[in-house]
Each structure stands twice: as structure tokens, then as C-alpha cells.
């Protein structure tokens, strides 16, 4: 599709400021899909979801119904959900196991590969051009999928960086994430829990690096937390994991500032590193033991040294590695946006390190939580007050021109400092003009 020639992007962005029509401009989204969502690297699914031959999960890019499916050789690929005839979704459920995939429509029948298997009286077909040697008669795989540690991302674009030069600076948050699994796998557990926002999705995409905005937006949740455990429990008392979860996000400013932020290219970034509100959960007995079996003391140290908070792979896709669970964004408009939050279980490691896993996911991230309707609240609000004619600039000028670039383009800077924000518009923007493919 052609770009919108009406939309000057340059005019919407200032180093420090962004126009808030990026967030209520239906013809912006239209956009963002065209240019972002169906070019970049999106995250499709995990590789556990499809453990064997025939298992499928179904999902979207950006616009674009897609199919992950594991086929009879163990390879895995990504297919556009629509069936090569007359077009109908192939698959119209969210998971499952097939031996081939069959169009509820005419019947026929594909390959998990995608290939044409058979047509109802095929014959009916000879003589015109939609026949075997017509690549169109299969289901069209999707222009380019690769996985990093069992993390599937596609691209709808044919042209781009491969995977990992993509990833770059936040592929070592996958890493840490898995290798804190003793036998080096994750497998999602459980369901998923998803979660409709009234608002435009790069709110939920900058407020998961929004360091200022924890100790005032969860004071309801996490200082009742506090108080309620203080009034109820004894000192000689365990901390139970409900409190631990939900304390951290009240600390005080210098804890969020200390945690720093490190940004990198194409709009990637994460909170924490060596602290962050995960580092200070109780240990569970027998999985330091696990790991360090698997891995040795040092290895085992190695990982536990990094404690990062979220990490953002932009634009789709966050992990929170320290707790194993993800939140994936789903852009449906301008102004809506479906969440799901996935819980994953560390292969190797105690029971109830998933338990905790999914603790937190319910307390954090579901739809009946605590602390995300927090954040939902300002976002509706920003929604709504940007619809305000007040002034037609947004702020992202915090700490602007403070943080250090290493000689690989890697940023690092103080907590509180806005240029995630920053950066993720400079990346916003090199997507959306960059020229025609
Ligand atoms: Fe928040």
C-alpha cells in the first residue's frame, strides 16, 4: 500500500516532544500497520505452544492472521490464515492438532507445510491456470520467520535484518530468561489472559520502561500491600510471595534511578539490570541447587546477577525474564488494544517457581489484577486528555541529552530518564518513512 502523502511524519516529532496526534490519528495507525506492524520482526509465538507435529496456534501480525505450525519434518513455519482458494480463514480456532488443515468452505486440504494436498473433484480445474504447477493453489507461507531460543518472530517484509542483528542488545534478556531454566528450556504454562485496553498501544509499550510513574500510579496497589502486611503480620513471620510481588513497586525514586535503562536500535529496551523491583524475591528451595548442578557456581552467579525489569522488544513483544512472564501487544485501532500475558515454566526448576510465575502473572498482569488497572487508568486518561486541543505537544524531555552511547550504539542511562521514550520514536520514525518496499 502506498503511503498517505497527507501525513508529513517529520512534523509530528520533535527530539524532545512527540504531537499527540500519533496517538489519536486513526490514518497514523493505518500507518503504523502498513509500515511498522508488517515490516518489522513480530512476535508470533513460542516454540513450546507447538511441541509436536500438527500442532498449530493461530495469531495475528499486525493485520495479517497468521498460523504457527509445526510440521512432519519438526520444522517450524509461519502461514498466512487464508485458505489459497477462495480465501476463508483456514483455521478458525485458537490451537490445536491436525494432520492437515482442510477449508471448512470447499474442502480442501493442505499440508502443515502449506502445500495443496487435495481438491474436491480436482478435474473441475483442468484446462485453467489455478492447477498444481500454480504456486498460488498452496497456503502462502509468510515472508520470513526464525526463532531466537524458542521465541518466534516473523516478518511480513522480505527485505530487513535478519533475527538476531535485529535483537541485537535485548537477544542477552532471552538469554538470561532461558538460562535460568536448569535443563535450558522455557514451556509456556497454562492459558493465556488477555486484556482489552481502550487506548492506543504505544502507551502500554512506553509505560513498561516508565520508571517515574511506578511509586505514584500503584501507590492503591502496592502501598496497600504494605500496609496491609504490616498490620497483619508478626516480624518472625515469612514474607509471602503476594507482598514481595507487590512491594517493590512502591520503592522509593532512588531505587527506580539506580535501576537504570539501556535502550538500543530499532526501538529495543529494558529497565534494571543489576537491581530491579524482581531482585529481592525469597529463594525456592532446591532450584539454586538445580541450576548450580547444571551449570556450575559461577554460571549459576553469572545469571543471577542480572535482575532486568521489563524488556521491550518493540513493538510487540515484552518479557519480564527474573519471574518469566511476557506480554505481547495486539493493536486492534487507535484507540484499542488487546494484551495477553503469558506465564512460562522453567524446565528443570521446582514446581513452585512456576506457581510463583503465575502468582505474579494474576496479581500483575491479568484482567482481575491488582496492579494493571493502574496503569489502565492513565492510559484511558491519556487517551482521552489527549483528545484535548490544550496543547498539541507530549513531553519526553526528561534528563534529555544524559545518557552515554557506548561505540556500538547501546544506551545507558539513569532510570528515570526519558529516552527510552526517545528512542523508540526515532526508531518510530525511520519505519514510517522509510521509502516504499
Ligand atoms: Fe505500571
Same mark, same amino acid.
Given at each position: ?40 520482526? *513480530? ?57 492437515? =488443515? ?7 486440504? =493442505? ?60 537477544? %542477552? ?14 514451556? *509456556? ?37 504494605? *500496609? ?18 507487590? %512491594? ?7 531505587? =527506580? ?26 529463594? *525456592? ?55 495477553? %500475558? ?78 527510552? =521514550? ?16
Amino acid at each position: 500500500m502506498s503511503r498517505d502523502k497527507t501525513i508529513d511524519i517529520e512534523s509530528l516529532l520533535h527530539k524532545d516532544e512527540v504531537h499527540r496526534r500519533v496517538y489519536t490519528d486513526p490514518a497514523i495507525f493505518d500507518l503504523e500497520m502498513d509500515r511498522l506492524w508488517h515490516r518489522t520482526w *513480530i512476535y508470533v509465538g513460542h516454540e513450546s505452544q507447538v511441541k509436536n507435529p500438527g500442532d498449530y496456534f493461530t495469531t495475528t501480525i499486525g493485520r495479517q492472521p497468521v498460523i504457527l505450525v509445526r510440521h512432519k519434518d519438526g520444522e517450524i513455519h509461519v502461514l498466512y490464515n487464508r485458505c489459497a482458494h477462495k480465501g476463508a480463514q483456514l483455521v478458525g480456532d485458537n490451537a490445536g492438532c491436525v494432520k492437515a =488443515f482442510r477449508c471448512c468452505y470447499h474442502g480442501w486440504r =493442505f499440508d502443515t507445510d502449506g502445500a495443496l494436498l487435495t481438491i474436491p473433484l480436482e478435474g473441475g480445474y483442468d484446462n485453467t491456470n489455478f492447477c498444481r504447477d500454480n504456486p498460488d493453489i498452496n497456503v502462502k507461507k509468510v515472508p520470513r520467520y526464525d526463532s531466537y531460543r524458542g521465541f518466534v518472530f516473523a516478518s511480513l517484509s522480505v527485505e530487513g535484518p535478519d533475527l538476531k542483528t535485529w535483537l541485537g542488545g535485548v537477544a %542477552s534478556s532471552i538469554d538470561n530468561m532461558v538460562d535460568r531454566a536448569p535443563d535450558g528450556e522455557l514451556e *509456556i504454562t497454562g492459558g493465556v489472559l488477555r486484556y482489552t485496553h481502550d487506548s492506543n498501544w504505544k502507551f502500554f509499550v512506553e509505560n513498561l520502561n516508565d520508571l517515574m510513574h511506578a511509586i505514584v500510579t500503584h501507590q492503591s496497589s502496592s502501598q496497600t500491600a504494605r *500496609i496491609v502486611a504490616k498490620r497483619l503480620m508478626d516480624d518472625k513471620d515469612a514474607v509471602p510471595w503476594a507482598v514481595e510481588i507487590f %512491594s517493590p513497586f512502591t520503592n522509593r525514586y532512588s531505587f =527506580f534511578e539506580e535501576m537504570g535503562l539501556h535502550a538500543f536500535d530499532y526501538g529495543h529496551s529494558y529497565s534494571g539490570g543489576k537491581v530491579s523491583i524482581h531482585s529481592a524475591y525469597s529463594d *525456592i528451595p532446591g532450584y539454586v541447587d538445580a541450576l548450580e548442578a547444571a551449570y556450575g557456581k559461577e554460571k549459576t552467579l553469572d545469571i543471577f546477577s542480572e535482575n532486568r525489569h521489563n524488556t521491550i522488544f518493540y513493538p510487540s513483544a515484552t518479557i519480564k525474564g527474573p519471574i518469566q512472564t511476557m506480554r505481547v501487544v495486539k493493536p486492534i485501532s487507535v484507540d484499542k488494544t488487546v494484551i495477553e %500475558s503469558w506465564t512460562f515454566r522453567l524446565k528443570g526448576a521446582p514446581e513452585a517457581m512456576t506457581q510463583r510465575s503465575i502468582l505474579y502473572c494474576t496479581l500483575i498482569n491479568s484482567s482481575a489484577n491488582l496492579v494493571g488497572p493502574d496503569d489502565y487508568e492513565s492510559y484511558h486518561r491519556l487517551q482521552h486528555g489527549l483528545a484535548s486541543q490544550a496543547n498539541d505537544w507530549v513531553s519526553m524531555h526528561r534528563h534529555l541529552g544524559k545518557e552515554t552511547v557506548d561505540e556500538s550504539g547501546a544506551i545507558e542511562a539513569e532510570g528515570t530518564n526519558d529516552i527510552v =521514550f526517545r528512542n523508540q520514536f526515532k526508531a518510530w520514525k525511520q519505519y514510517l518513512t522509510a521509502e516504499d518496499a
